[in-house]
C-alpha cells in the first residue's frame, strides 16, 4: 500500500494514513515505517498462565477468570499514520 501510494505521488501520512496489523518486524523497515496495532492476547495468555501454575504450586484454588481491562491490541505508533 504504502509503495503503491509512493508510486502514484500519494503522501504517506500527509494525503493517505496506512495502519498495519499484528506488528510484524518488516512493518519498521518501510519508508515510512508502518504504524501497527499489535494484539496483546498473547501476553494476557501467558498471564492466566502463570497464575493457574502458581495455583497449582502452592495448592491454592485457581482465581476466578479475570475480566478483560480495556483493549486486547495496543497502537504502535510509528511514521505511516
Sequence with gaps: ?????????????????????DDIPFAKMTVPALTTVRPTHLEQRALLLEQFVTA????????PRPELDGPTFEVVQRESA
Excluded: C
Excluded at 509503495?3 to 495502519?19: D, E, M, N, R
Excluded at 497449582?56 to 482465581?63: A, H, K, N
Design 56 to 63: 497449582i504450586l502452592t495448592e491454592t484454588p485457581v482465581p
Design 1 to 21: 500500500m504504502i509503495a503503491a501510494a509512493h508510486h502514484a505521488g500519494i503522501a504517506t501520512p500527509k494525503q493517505l494514513a496506512v495502519i498495519g496489523i
